[in-house]
């Protein structure tokens, strides 16, 4: 049998006749930047997010890198976060010139530790006027990045307690996590100043290319957003600050427009598929050496982004189940703070111990919503006949 990692094709054909039009509308009307697609993406996406104002951008990444923009973080700055995400999210601090300032991860979640935060900012940095200092760099720490990992929202609670007792901002990371929800029944990207989206193809809800969208509360923010995604002119020729190009076009928004009604419906699927796999491995006991994501707190809503389990000899399990027609994907293997790029940060291997073993022991299993149970129970025996050889 043949398990991929992600199939889009089901995904597309259900809804061609949709899309083809929608393409073809695009074309007729000639209007591909900044357009009505565009507009009435940002207004559903925002709505759908528990937020007044969302601003199409051209990827998940941008969205990050805009939003720190926004905020006037730059040289001199430097912005908490984790070490174990995307790339992105730390390679964008580092472009607008702040310094990425890592914590650990909680083990059971992946997501960022509030504990590990506020210790960092307790203990590690102090007032100077009204700028919070790190102590050892003398930077100027201004924000926090939560990433709602594997589609699942961050402890957002304690996150703003620390956030408001610091003065810091905060910058939802929440690229795979588009609907999720906290045990408060907040969406991601509507707790923090600006929420972070990315509609990147393999996402829960994905354009066909690059597509990204930053939503918020903030009417001045949301202004700026716009202002800063068009090279900062207002009005057009005249640049009171310096932007980009950051603009999303009509195209993706109208493949997202067709998608985002199906969208509940698709993660809705994931979530029957994890519960699948969660049965199938509890009943194929612990001779499978696999811990399985925990399930989120009451009342939270996880869309499974990806569905990532602990197991050892991870490496020797992803062969194996390569072997057997099964895709999987590593998330990620080698922590931020290790990254050669990030050496200047002066960081060590053990310096974030739970980053460190989530890197080497999680593997991504297929979990895209048009799956059927044969292929998950194959899976799972897969699984089951390594460990049993």
């Known amino acids: 049998m043949k398990v991929p990692l992600l199939d889009l094709k089901p995904q597309y054909h259900a809804l061609k006749a949709d899309l083809d039009a929608a393409l073809l509308r695009v074309a007729e009307s000639q209007y591909f930047i900044l357009g009505p697609e565009v507009k009435a993406l940002e207004a559903a996406v925002a709505t759908y997010s528990g937020c007044k104002f969302g601003i199409g951008l051209s990827s998940g990444t941008d969205a990050l890198l805009i939003a720190l923009m926004a905020l006037d973080i730059g040289a001199g700055d430097e912005v908490v976060t984790t070490p174990y995400s995307f ?75 620390i956030a408001r007792k610091f003065d810091l901002a905060v910058i939802e990371d929440a690229a795979q996590a588009i609907g999720s929800e906290d045990p408060q029944g907040r969406r991601a990207c509507s707790i923090g100043d600006i929420g972070c989206l990315s509609f990147f193809p393999t996402k829960n809800l994905g354009a066909f290319g690059d597509a990204g969208m930053c939503v918020t509360n903030d009417a001045r923010l ?47 699927a994931r979530q029957r598929n994890a519960a699948f796999y969660d049965g199938a491995f509890a009943r194929a006991g612990s001779a499978t050496g696999v811990r399985t994501p925990p399930l989120a707190p009451r009342a939270a809503r996880h869309i499974y982004n990806q569905y990532c389990i602990r197991v050892p000899r991870r490496d020797a399990l992803r062969e194996y189940l390569q072997q057997q027609g099964v895709g999987t994907e590593v998330y990620y293997p080698l922590s931020l703070h290790m ?41 799972v025996d897969s699984i089951a006949a390594f460990f049993k050889r």
């Not at 607008?96 to 997501?111: E, K, S």
């Not at 007032?127 to 990045?145: C, E, F, P």
């Not at 980053?355 to 080497?360: G, P, Q, T, V």
Request: hydrophobic share 45%; aromatic share 10%.
């Open 87 to 161: 790339f992105a999210t730390a390679g964008t601090v580092a472009r607008v010139g702040a310094r990425p300032v890592f914590v650990d991860i909680l083990p059971d979640t992946f997501n960022i530790s509030p504990a590990a935060i506020e210790a960092f900012l307790a203990t590690k940095c102090e007032k100077r006027g009204d700028a919070l200092v790190n102590r050892a760099t003398g930077g100027r720490v201004r924000a926090i990045i939560p990433v709602h990992l594997y589609g699942q929202v961050a402890d957002m609670t304690r996150v703003m307690e």
């Open 222 to 268: 949301a202004e700026k957003l716009e202002i800063l995604r068009v090279h900062g002119g207002k009005p057009k020729y005249y640049h009171k600050v310096i932007g980009g190009n950051f603009r999303l076009d009509e195209i993706q928004a109208a493949v997202l427009n067709v998608k985002l009604p199906h969208l509940d419906s698709w993660s809705a």
């Open 339 to 379: 990254q050669e790029c990030f050496a200047y940060l002066g960081y060590q291997p053990g310096d974030f111990p739970e980053s460190l073993r989530a890197a080497n022991e999680t593997l991504a299993l297929p979990i895209f919503p048009e799956l059927v149970e044969p292929q998950l129970q194959y899976v």
